[in-house]
């Protein structure tokens, strides 16, 4: 499989295709001069006084111009390569005379008391206003400058609009690059002519152009009237074969109502931007096998390719009920088939892409669906979107556009042949259109067009075309391959390469460190360094020997009343130097700490003892089941002298429980997880590694507090000989500032909402002594990452990701231009991001599946739900034995360079 650069496009008889940019300078052109013409015909019949009414398919189209009048995105275009002699001026008169036999060239459309009507228009002949462009390039230098100063005037004037109410409706280009090669160029709205419109247009050119070369008069136009093709389609929407096929489509999709939410695409309004399309060739064997594969199955060589293609949308959306969209002439008369126009129809093709169907029956799917489609393929889109009551953009009726290109006659001017090169489809809408064509050494080429406004364009439209049509390339060569007749279930979604790839390369994070416990370090530090600031809270100044100590006397007491590794204390304690000497406390004995909630006892491990800052609020959150600790006890100072201040003995382990916390949200919500030293240790470690905090450094924690947080932002600093700041409880966001600026603060955690109000005080510009900040929850937008960057360019701002069953996962740093921290995660030390199908496979870099987080910062599971536990951490099929992940129901994608984007949650029903 070898794979084109990015651009072009493909052309067929529905105009799909796209642009291949390069950045010539455009050349000044001239036109051939020529007297006006014989033989033209008339102009275009009116349909009285106002003109033509238009077709349902122009009517679209005219809507769609008219949400961005001034844009180009409906402009088609192609260039056909001529090899050969070529007369310019018989060229030239060739190319009028078809105009004036096409009526639908010769129109002009505008809005009229009877609604938009299309008017005909006199066109001069060539070198009297006929927009026709000629230049002879040759003194560019080779072919190659030629030819690429040729395609950057097309480009230039592709990005022109074309006024409709004005006309002419299209223009033209003739550049000669060689001795015997020439680019003929046409740009024309998609509202005038369709793919079949046009490919009858440069056929008639070539023939019209071949009498003249040989001094003959032309055959008699072949073409029909536009007034016929116009009275057509209006009278099929008035008859009872548009009642028929209106119940036809009702039935085969009545039930799709409300199957999936709205997104942007189909007529819905979206962005008129340019597609962006990226083109792919799959080599001549790969093709003759697939061919011999559809023969072998009694298959079509469209319906093959529908199929594949099938395949692939049910990998990348994890849905087994998949809708393409089937581009079809919506000619099916012998007189429509004459005449160039728009009547163009794209309608949907429903197939069900089960995990034991297999390819043979899934390609006999698309067969009987290509036919009944065709049976009924002059009823809108539009039409029934609308009468099955689906929102515009529905993505039921928005899936990809798919078009396979049957090989077509030779266009050929004189005996000098011609190859087209598609530049821009005029496609519009949100959604992505794929075609497939044969290429002249026997191979097959895919054009793959992403709209800026379909759904998770992440890191743009450009990485979308280029990931899909790459993965639906290779899904063809596995395809070629193997056995029609096997279960779909067994071909991995990603070849031997991507799967090594995203399982090693992309996970490639082992580190090694000490197998040692949370607490530890810190009470190293404090043995190393007794008289350095380790705390700065309540208005005073702890040193680490002083925090310590406060640490291990309150230790004893707890342990005293049974607080040993393996069992829980509830800590309720507002943030203060109280706090952090109890939650020291608690680790100092060997058991976890919990932040406990009143009247929910069975949500949570039963602790031994509660911690409160009042008597009575100890009681009640003891309820009965444990001891209460009150902070207010007046005894409790006396109790605690008695102790001493050295360091605590314990039967400690990094598999011990180190806290546990509450899942905020998601489908586990309310289960209290809990989480072992080891996990604590390996992200305070990689925090080290990450930063490198030093005994100057001060770090500011702000916000509600969290058990993740606390746990790790609390910690940290205190291994590592730097100072904890503690910011107020409901503290505003001037004090904040002014807090880092008076304590040098170097390192400072917020919440993402409470971000963007500190960078808006005045005071926040000069907090100088930053170098680090941050962010966790949700991250930061791209507004605020702009004003952060504006702000304090002297810092960097981080954001950590990771659910409550694996916190600290994974990490992203926002650098000088980027648009969100969570553009491409990457984990942290010895952890494992995995992106699964349903059946727990890896998907390819840009195909989307759940995020599965395996590793050394997982939680040990839900207390007290073995169950919960076992559904929610299965084993990990890609570690060593024994190894676990969790199952994050989030949707993500792994991206070329190998981070991790988040999706949001999973687009399918039945989540573990």
């Known amino acids: 499989m070898r794979h084109a650069p990015d651009g072009g496009g493909a052309e067929n008889g529905d105009g799909t295709g796209g642009r291949d940019e390069r950045g010539s300078t455009p050349v000044t052109v001239r036109a051939p001069d020529r007297s006006p013409l014989p033989g033209s015909r008339p102009a275009v019949q009116e349909d009285g006084p106002a003109g033509l009414p238009l077709t349902a398919a122009q009517a679209e189209l005219w809507a769609e111009q008219a949400r961005d009048p001034g844009g180009a995105a409906l402009n088609t275009a192609a260039y056909r390569e001529i090899h050969g002699p070529l007369d310019p001026v018989l060229f030239a008169e060739a190319l009028h005379r078809t105009v004036g036999e096409a009526d639908a060239l010769r129109v002009r459309i505008t809005d009229t008391p009877h609604g938009p009507r299309q008017q005909p228009i006199a066109v001069e002949p060539p070198g009297h206003g006929f927009p026709l462009c000629a230049a002879d390039l040759r003194g560019q230098g080779d072919v190659g400058d030629a030819t690429a100063t040729a395609l950057a005037w097309m480009h230039a004037d592709l990005d022109r609009a074309i006024d409709l109410a004005e006309g002419p409706p299209f223009r033209y280009g003739l550049f000669r690059v060689g001795d015997r090669r020439w680019l003929w160029y046409r740009r024309v709205h998609r509202a005038v002519l369709d793919g079949y419109g046009r490919t009858l247009v440069d056929h008639r050119v070539a023939e019209v152009y071949t009498a003249l070369s040989a001094g003959e008069e032309p055959e008699p136009s072949p073409f029909g009237r536009l007034a016929c093709l116009v ?394 089941r444990a001891v209460p600790v009150g902070l207010d006890d007046p005894a409790l100072p006396h109790r605690l002298a008695g102790y001493p201040a050295t360091d605590p003995g314990r039967p400690l382990t990094p598999r011990h429980s180190a806290y546990a916390t509450r899942v905020p949200s998601g489908p586990c919500a309310g289960r209290t997880v809990v989480v072992p030293h080891s996990a604590l240790d390996n992200r305070l470690r990689w925090l080290q590694g990450r930063y490198e905090l030093a005994a100057g450094d001060r770090v500011l924690l702000t916000g509600p507090p969290s058990a993740d947080t606390w746990a790790e932002e609390l910690l940290w600093p205190l291994r590592e000989g730097a100072a904890l700041v503690l910011a107020d409880d409901g503290e505003p966001a001037a004090s904040t500032a002014r807090r880092i600026r008076e304590h040098g603060v170097t390192v400072a955690r917020f919440a993402s909402e409470a971000l963007d109000p500190f960078l808006r005080t005045p005071g926040a510009a000069d907090c100088a002594t930053l170098l680090h900040v941050l962010t966790t929850e949700e991250p930061p937008g791209p507004a605020t990452v702009g004003r952060f960057r504006s702000t304090l360019p002297h810092a960097a701002l981080h954001h950590h990701y990771g659910p409550a069953e694996a916190a600290g996962t994974a990490h992203h740093t926002c650098e000088p231009g980027g648009s969100a921290p969570t553009e491409a995660l990457r984990p942290v030390w010895n952890t494992r991001l995995h992106i699964l199908d349903p059946a727990l496979r890896p998907c390819p870099p840009g195909v989307p599946g759940e995020l599965c987080v395996a590793g050394a910062q997982l939680a040990t599971g839900y207390a007290g739900r073995p169950s919960a536990t076992a559904v929610r951490f299965p084993a990990d099929p890609y570690g060593p034995p024994g190894t676990r992940m969790y199952r994050t129901g989030q949707w993500a994608r792994r991206r070329a360079d190998g981070g991790v984007e988040l999706l949001g949650d999973r687009p399918t029903a039945g989540r573990p």
């Open 231 to 624: 009275a057509e389609d209006t009278g099929y929407r008035n008859s009872a074969a548009y009642d028929r096929d209106r119940a036809y489509w009702r039935s085969r999709l009545g039930d799709l109502a409300g199957a999936g939410e709205t997104t942007t695409g189909g007529d819905a309004a979206h962005a008129p931007t340019r597609p962006t399309c990226h083109i792919v060739h799959v080599d001549p064997d790969t093709t003759t096998r697939l061919r011999e594969l559809a023969a072998s199955v009694r298959g079509s060589w469209t319906g093959l390719l529908l199929a594949a293609h099938a395949l692939h949308l049910s990998r990348t959306t994890h849905r087994e009920d998949v809708v393409l969209r089937l581009p079809l002439t919506g000619r099916t008369s012998p007189a429509a088939l004459r005449v160039p126009g728009t009547v163009r129809n794209a309608v949907p093709l429903r197939l069900t892409v089960t995990s034991d169907t297999t390819f043979a029956e899934l390609t006999r799917q698309a067969d009987l669906g290509i036919r009944e489609a065709r049976r009924h393929q002059r009823h809108r889109g539009a039409d029934i979107r609308r009468e099955l009551g689906l929102p515009a953009g529905h993505p039921a009726l928005s899936g990809p556009l798919v078009d396979v290109v049957p090989a077509g006659e030779p266009v050929a001017f004189a005996g000098a042949r011609s190859t087209l090169h598609p530049l821009a489809t005029g496609a519009g809408g949100g959604t992505t259109t794929v075609t497939l064509r044969d290429t002249a050494d026997g191979g097959l080429r895919i054009d793959w067009e992403t709209a800026p406004g379909s759904r998770s364009d992440g890191d743009g439209a450009d990485s979308q075309a280029a990931d899909g049509s790459r993965h639906f390339a290779d899904l063809l060569v596995r395809l070629s391959g193997r056995d029609p007749h096997l279960p779909l279930d067994t071909l991995s979604p990603a070849h031997d390469e991507e799967h090594e790839r995203v399982l090693r390369e992309c996970n490639d994070t082992a580190v090694t460190v000490p197998p040692t416990t949370a607490i530890g370090p810190f009470e190293a530090r404090a043995a190393r360094t007794p008289g350095a600031t380790a705390l700065v809270a309540d208005g005073e100044c702890l040193s680490y020997a002083e925090l310590n100590a406060r640490a291990n006397r309150l230790a004893r007491h707890l342990a005293a009343l049974g607080l040993r590794p393996g069992r829980f204390a509830g800590v309720d304690l507002p943030r203060s130097t109280a706090q952090v000497v109890g939650l020291l406390a608690v680790l100092k004995t060997g058991g976890a700490w919990l932040f406990p909630v009143p009247g929910r006892p069975d949500e949570e491990p039963a602790p031994v003892c509660v911690l409160a800052a009042t008597s009575a609020r100890a009681e009640r959150l003891a309820a009965g």
